[in-house]
Every structure is written in structure tokens, then in C-alpha cells.
Nanobody, 125 residues
Framework: QVQLVESGGGLVQAGGSLRLSCAASRRTFSIYAMGWFRQAPGEEREFVAAIRWGDRTTYYTDSVEGRFTISRDNAKNTVYLQMNSLKPEDTAVYYC??????????????????WGQGTQVTVSS
């Protein structure tokens, strides 16, 4: 079992930046990929970004491409989401997820086995 704990959310003005962190409770050698999803009130949880743990290949949804960067620190068992040029439409609860092995496209929720509790990101206009 892997527990994921997110941190780094908060309130920021449009155009600002935040960095989210997601720490795994144990070594990530058994993790194939990690991702970030977000859920705004009344909306479905949607894919934001993912990173394949072994070779650091990254994937992004179109709306954050060029503004967000996902990265990982193997020594700290942590994945990060650097969010720049934030917009009010980025406001959501952000969730970290981890998948043990490849089961399909990284933008699908079902390919992930573990989820964090979420961290709120609010972008004011």
C-alpha cells in the first residue's frame, strides 16, 4: 500500500505561481507513473499531468501545456507540479495519483491505484 500526501495549495492571484508536492509513503521503485488530476465544484475530475517514473516522460492536458511542469525526485519519493501563469479556471482541488504498472493512457483515472486526499488551489481574478 502506498499513501500519498499532497501539499502546497493555496490562494494566489491570476498570473501567479504555486508548486504542489506529493510525497509517497514508501520508496517508489514499484511505481510506474504518477499523475495530477483536478476537480472543480460540480465538475468531473480531470487529468492535468503525468510522469512516467523510470524515464521521466511527461504528459499534459492541452489547457496547462507550457504553464505547468511535472517533475519527480526519486530520492524524496516525491512528485511536483509547478504551476505558472495561473488562471481563475485553474481553481480546483488537485489530487495526486500513482499507478503500479502500465494499464493504459495516463489521462484515465482508472489506470491509477492510489490517490491522495487533495489540496485546494484557488486563483483569484
Amino acid at each position: 500500500q502506498v499513501q500519498l500526501v499532497e501539499s502546497g495549495g493555496g490562494l494566489v492571484q491570476a498570473g501567479g505561481s504555486l508548486r504542489l508536492s506529493c510525497a509517497a509513503s514508501r520508496r517508489t521503485f514499484s511505481i510506474y507513473a504518477m499523475g495530477w488530476f483536478r476537480q472543480a465544484p460540480g465538475e468531473e475530475r480531470e487529468f492535468v499531468a503525468a510522469i512516467r517514473w523510470g524515464d521521466r516522460t511527461t504528459y499534459y492536458t492541452d489547457s496547462v501545456e507550457g504553464r505547468f511542469t511535472i517533475s519527480r525526485d526519486n530520492a524524496k519519493n516525491t512528485v511536483y507540479l509547478q504551476m505558472n501563469s495561473l488562471k481563475p479556471e485553474d481553481t480546483a482541488v488537485y489530487y495526486c495519483a500513482a499507478g503500479r504498472y502500465y494499464r493504459g493512457p495516463y489521462n484515465l483515472r482508472d489506470v491509477y491505484d492510489y490517490w491522495g486526499q487533495g489540496t485546494q488551489v484557488t486563483v483569484s481574478s
